[in-house]
């Protein structure tokens, strides 16, 4: 049955990477069995490749080497409460402004930073529109409207409903980057994408519909001020 080293040092961590790195282990697939033993407690992969690079190298030693001068400071537990503090205070703050701030090295703040607390920086996902308060508000009272009649008319309320949406459609629309995806063999050569813009000409889309059909219109302003009505 298998058992995981919940209790370990980094020195055997280090020992598993030197090993596995001997018998031609790629760094992904030591990280990956490394985390499936030791759990919260393993090394990050960018550790695990460090380590893997010194040994490469011709550093056969487990062990951290002896430094000259003061011992180090910067995984101190009021550098690790000051991190916190700095992210937030400033969630968009950088590495290099955190290692000014404490006054260490950019590698011991990103350890700290990555490693000791486990954040990671990550894009804000983007949304149709900012709904306010009174958004929200005008919206709910528009819903409980809705299924009060509802509860009073049945299905008769629902055939009076009319909804509809629009968007912009351009005369050309270029392909994605997704859709050009294809299968590419080792030997073939790189595919190269030019990149391209919707054309400038485009009509607006409008679509309504009911509970029984829809209707379509499609409209659009040339130089001479044509438009042109689908329905």
Request: proline residues 3%.
């Amino acid at each position: 049955m298998a058992v995981k080293l919940i209790n370990c040092t980094k020195e055997e961590q280090r020992s598993v990477i030197r090993f596995l790195w001997a018998e031609g282990v790629p760094g992904a697939q030591i990280h990956l069995h490394m985390c499936a033993q030791y759990g919260d407690n393993v090394l990050s992969r960018r550790i695990v490749y460090e380590w893997i690079e010194m040994f490469e190298n011709g550093c056969m030693s487990v062990t951290d080497a002896e430094r000259s001068g003061r011992p180090a400071t910067a995984t101190t537990m009021r550098n690790e409460e000051r991190i916190l503090e700095l992210i937030r205070e400033n969630r968009r703050i950088t590495v290099e402004e955190v290692a000014g701030r404490l006054n260490v090295s950019v590698g011991s703040a990103y350890s700290l930073i990555h490693d000791s607390h486990k954040f990671s920086k990550v894009c804000a996902r983007w949304v149709p529109k900012e709904l306010t308060e009174e958004h929200k508000r005008k919206r709910l009272d528009v819903r409980s409207r809705h299924l009060a009649r509802y509860h009073e008319e049945g299905d008769n309320f629902l055939q009076q409903i009319v909804t509809g949406d629009e968007t912009w459609v351009h005369h050309y629309e270029p392909e994605s980057k997704r859709q050009s995806m294809q299968w590419k063999h080792p030997s073939s050569p790189v595919a190269k994408k030019f990149k391209t813009q919707p054309s400038a000409g485009k009509l607006m889309l409008t679509v309504f519909w009911d509970s029984k059909a829809y209707s379509r219109n499609l409209s659009g302003t040339w130089n001479s001020c044509h438009k042109c009505n689908i329905l």
